[in-house]
């Protein structure tokens, strides 16, 4: 049997940091209640002309030199991202020429702040059946570019980045498994309300924003990360003490301590960074994941487990053996 393993990750966060006490200057919020309440301390906001394109291709490399991996090595790209730099040409083929990968396939998949975890799962699935050796896998999302920053309600919540993986096949376990879902019926509690077949006139689209019914999202998501994580230990026939280590999308920190808590596992075997970067989206765990390889945090063999939600909405899990 084959496995997919992650060999190199990468990552990238825009320069400029916005504290709350920046935020407190123009919105009727706090420091206070935005740490009490999400954890948040700061994230960092990219620059006007910083496409997720650019961030991704930053973090890409990194991952590739992580990896000892050329880019002509790579056999398919897969960018999880909700804000594309254009409709399209997808933000994969712009990245694709960019990093000067061969002519593999290149996708974008939009699961919001599930997408890099259900573009590891597309990945992984090329890899393991033997098409593709080695991939290139990409969250990134630039959602300080679609906040209405005079909604308190959801500019405190979001940051920029870019984190990426190289995956290769294997005969030693790795990626084990990975689950994907949706709920379209939920649309209406967190959504950007212009696209396509929605209003979209070009000349208007500076008044694009996020919408969100927090509270609503926060009880669905403890919920549905709950059954996630049993449905990804139970497909492996494993225990929660088998776990090392919960890289959780860093969209809350209460939403992360109530997973943690369901796993049975203390804050120390948690990855933490929403304090630092805000929710990153499609960007946040693979972040989350290269800080930890970074700092030594998590270390080679350990049983990791990944998991995401976000807006669709969408949730996903990856077990890994790292
Ligand atoms: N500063 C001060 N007060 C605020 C702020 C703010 N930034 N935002 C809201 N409040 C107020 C509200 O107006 C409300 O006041 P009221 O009681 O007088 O009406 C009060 O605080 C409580 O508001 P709630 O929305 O009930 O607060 P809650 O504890 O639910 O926290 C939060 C809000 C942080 C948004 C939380 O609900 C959350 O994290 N939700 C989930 C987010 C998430 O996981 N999203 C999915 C991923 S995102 C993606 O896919 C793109």
């Not at 939403?255 to 596992?265: D, E, F, H, P, V």
Request: hydrophobic share 40%.
């Amino acid at each position: 049997m084959k496995y997919s393993k992650i060999i190199g990750t990468g990552s990238y966060l825009p320069e400029k940091i916005v504290t709350n006490a920046d935020l407190e200057k123009i919105l009727d919020t706090s420091d206070q209640w935005i740490r009490e309440r999400t954890g948040i301390c700061e994230r960092r906001v990219s620059r006007e002309d910083e496409t997720s394109g650019d961030m991704a291709v930053v973090a890409a490399q990194r991952a590739l030199e992580a990896a000892g991996v050329e880019a002509e090595e790579i056999g398919l790209l897969v960018v999880g991202t909700t804000t594309p730099d254009l409709v399209f040409p997808s933000t994969a083929c712009l990245i694709q020429a960019r990093l000067g990968l061969p002519d593999c396939g290149a996708m974008d998949v939009n699961a919001a702040c599930s997408g890099f975890i259900y573009a590891l799962s597309v990945a992984d699935k090329y890899v393991r059946c033997g098409d593709v050796k080695k991939a290139l896998v990409i969250g990134v999302d630039k959602l300080t570019a679609m906040l209405d920053w005079n909604d308190r309600g959801t500019a405190v919540l979001f940051g920029d980045g870019a984190g990426a993986v190289v995956i290769e096949v294997s005969d030693e376990p790795g990626i084990l498994s990975t689950h994907i879902h949706s709920a379209g019926r939920h649309s209406d509690l967190l959504y950007a309300d212009v696209g396509v077949g929605k209003g979209f006139k070009a000349e208007e689209h500076g008044g694009v924003c996020i919408k969100m019914k927090g509270n609503e999202v926060f009880k669905v998501a403890v919920r549905t990360l709950g059954r996630i994580v049993d449905e990804t230990l139970a497909h492996n026939n494993m225990n929660k003490s088998d776990l090392d280590w919960l890289i959780p999308h860093q969209a809350n920190h209460r939403i992360i301590s109530a997973t943690a808590k369901k796993l049975g596992m203390t804050m120390d075997q948690v990855v933490v960074t929403v304090d630092k970067h805000g929710n990153t989206s499609a960007a946040s765990v693979p972040l989350a994941l290269d800080a930890a390889a970074q700092s030594g945090k998590i270390k080679r063999g350990d049983m990791l487990l990944l998991e995401a939600f976000g807006g669709g909405f969408t949730w996903a899990s990856a077990l890994i053996k790292y």
